[in-house]
């Protein structure tokens, strides 16, 4: 079996209502999917990382432009093989953000690629599933106005306690005494109930801001403080992690078994959180659980981008071991974005959900997913 050929499909949608997180406003949903092409073998798909501000065609370049011509002629199953020549033959240029995030998207096509032609999921080709479903935890709280939002933020975390989630994740990161008012208001919306607590500044801040939060933060028994300062202050990580109690994540803009390997050896986060579509695909999250469970650090990977993430991110967590074990041990745990995405309600003729307060992965061939044509021809825009 050869690859013939790779395409990007860029998709993007405006926004009814643009939303905030602490680096901007999002006024569009976008995402960049590959396609792999054989022989006459089975077709693959992936997804390369578009935050939220990132043009998606960044990484449609970098496919189109470094990596398919790389790997078109060579054999789809040689998986580790093609993802150690796409990085080193773009090492000088990429290593991090957009080049890596398209190295991701083919990597999770090469996956779903060799899964469909051994007729089994990706987490079988890992190795075999741990679990067969997986408690989510809500992503939302999202602002619509900036600050001062702190009654309709409570509301919201009745709204996802009521559809049934157990974890939610509280966005703050826009000024150390809104989101303290925000704290104070959901945390008050929660008491008494078992609701699990992390929150995410996207590094919004500087040690000084990040620890004043951090400190209030103790108060609450939270799972984890995400992303308190920025990616590359890595001792700053490391700082907060000795003075708070609250344990420290970080990763989704870290990438490859590189940058996670020296976040580890530093000592800088308590849990890892590599983005699939961002990190480097299966196959860097894949070697960057390997170095967490070495180091006993917790992997519990980002999810973000359409519904062929969402699905490639819940193969992995199938095969993901716990990091410690026990008879009750602490599962890893599915980030659902609450907030409305056309890309992951009709993309796939299947979409995500949340049933008894869990969500089912798939255990279909490859990914588990069935695209849905119209829907990829609706929002395409090259
Ligand atoms: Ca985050």
């Given at each position: 079996m050869k690859i013939t050929a790779i395409r990007t499909h860029i998709l993007k949608s405006p926004l009814a209502q643009?939303?905030?997180?602490?680096?901007?406003?999002?006024?569009?949903?976008?995402?960049?999917?590959?396609?792999?092409?054989?022989d006459g073998g089975p077709v693959g798909?992936?997804?390369?990382?578009?935050?939220?501000?990132?043009?998606?065609?960044?990484?449609?370049?970098?496919?189109?432009?470094?990596?398919?011509?790389?790997?078109?002629?060579?054999?789809?199953?040689d998986i580790e093989v093609l993802w150690h020549r796409m990085y080193h033959r773009t090492r000088d240029f990429g290593r991090k953000g957009s080049v890596i995030a398209a190295i991701s998207g083919i990597d999770i096509a090469l996956w779903d690629l060799a899964g469909k032609h051994y007729g089994v999921p990706i987490s079988r080709l890992l190795g075999g599933a741990f679990r067969s479903t997986v408690q989510p935890y809500a992503t939302?709280?999202?602002?619509?106005?900036?600050?001062?939002?702190?009654?309709?933020?409570?509301e919201e975390?009745?709204?996802?306690?009521?559809?049934?989630?157990?974890?939610?994740?509280?966005?703050?990161?826009?000024?150390?005494?809104?989101?303290?008012a925000v704290m104070r208001a959901i945390g008050r919306a929660v008491e008494g109930k078992d609701v699990t607590l992390m929150v995410d500044s996207n590094h919004a801040y500087g040690r000084v801001e990040a620890l004043r939060l951090g400190y209030v933060l103790d108060e609450y028994d939270m799972r984890w403080y995400e992303e308190p300062v920025a990616p590359e202050d890595i001792d700053g990580y490391a700082e907060l992690r000795s003075k708070l109690r609250t344990p420290i994540a970080g990763g989704e803009n870290e990438h490859t078994l590189y940058g996670f390997g020296e976040l580890m050896r530093r000592r800088a986060i308590d849990?890892?959180?590599?983005?699939?579509?961002?990190?480097?695909?299966?196959?860097?999250?894949?070697?960057?659980?390997?170095?967490?469970?070495?180091?006993?650090?917790?992997?519990?990977?980002?999810?973000?981008?359409?519904a062929v993430a969402q699905a490639a991110s819940l193969q992995v967590l199938a095969a993901l071991p716990v990091t410690h074990h026990s008879l009750f041990a602490r599962e890893p745990i599915l980030e659902y974005d609450r907030s409305s995405h056309p890309?992951?309600?009709?993309?796939?003729?299947?979409?995500?959900?949340?049933?008894?307060?869990?969500?089912?992965i798939p255990d279909g061939p490859g990914l588990g997913i069935e695209l849905v044509p119209e829907a990829l021809e609706r929002y395409r825009v090259n």
């Open positions: 643009p939303f905030a997180f602490s680096q901007g406003w999002v006024p569009t949903r976008s995402a960049t999917l590959v396609e792999i092409i054989t798909w992936g997804e390369a990382f578009a935050q939220g501000m990132e043009a998606p065609e960044i990484a449609a370049a970098a496919i189109e432009h470094a990596l398919a011509p790389l790997l078109v002629g060579q054999d789809p199953l939302g709280f999202y602002r619509v106005e900036g600050q001062g939002e702190a009654k309709r933020l409570a975390a009745q709204q996802h306690y009521d559809a049934g989630f157990r974890a939610m994740k509280i966005k703050l990161g826009f000024g150390v005494d809104d989101d303290i849990i890892a959180q590599p983005d699939i579509g961002s990190c480097g695909g299966v196959t860097a999250l894949r070697h960057i659980a390997v170095l967490g469970q070495a180091q006993g650090i917790e992997i519990n990977p980002h999810v973000w981008g359409s890309f992951r309600r009709e993309l796939v003729t299947e979409p995500m959900s949340l049933t008894d307060g869990v969500v089912r």
